[in-house]
């Protein structure tokens, strides 16, 4: 009960937020509360799952290598979901305001992260930031506000709590107790919310 498997290959078509054909199913007593994606897909459309506050879980499949804009915006309930190995592109607002998450892995394979992608995912205890990241949207890791490090291969975290995507700093660890930050001396800009809700007290430019 409550459970949706999508089948096919290639890229899954975006979507209006009210006409996936699934939109019965997002709220009430036959609300979809997990979903299997399985192997062929290539990509899950833009608003594919928005605001389906019941879903609990996703599998996705290998073969994914892009999730579009808002798929997940919303999905207060998701709470468990593993980034397949093969995946490229995170897009803008996937996973908004999941406010159930409680750890994410981005893969190595992931190279572009989105505006807004993680944005008040405030569960979020555990981040690791996969090696090849080479883009970074404004606010993608912003407002997770139960985060005390960043971890993973990504060549520019410094000291687990700011990130850095070229010479722009994308975040900071909200739980970090570091208070006192010295920049790098390549860092040129600060993003949008970079340090929201951080325990910074000083911060030294380059």
Known sequence: KGALV????????DWSID???WNGYRTGTRAVKSVTVNEGATSLG??????F???ESVKLPSTLLNIGESCFNGCSALA??????????IGNS??????????????????TIGKNAFYQCSSITTMSLGANITEMGA?????????????????????????????????????????????PNYVS??????FEGSNAKTVTLP
């Open 189 to 194: 800009a600060i993003g949008d919310y970079a």
């Open 139 to 183: 606010a993608c890791l912003s407002g997770l506000s139960s985060l005390s490090k960043f971890t993973g291969a990504y060549s520019r975290i410094i000291n687990n709590y700011l990130v850095i995507c070229n010479t722009v700093v994308v975040a900071s660890a909200p739980k970090s107790t570091i208070t006192n930050v010295t920049m």
């Open 6 to 13: 999508i089948n096919g290959t290639g890229d899954m078509p």
């Open 80 to 89: 468990n979901v593993m980034l397949p190995g093969n995946l490229l592109v």
């Open 94 to 111: 996937a996973f908004f305001k999941c406010t159930s998450l409680t750890q994410i892995v981005i893969p190595d394979s992931v190279t």
């Open 46 to 51: 833009a608003n594919s799952f928005f605001q």
């Open 53 to 55: 506050t019941a879903i």
């Open 19 to 21: 006409n996936t054909p």
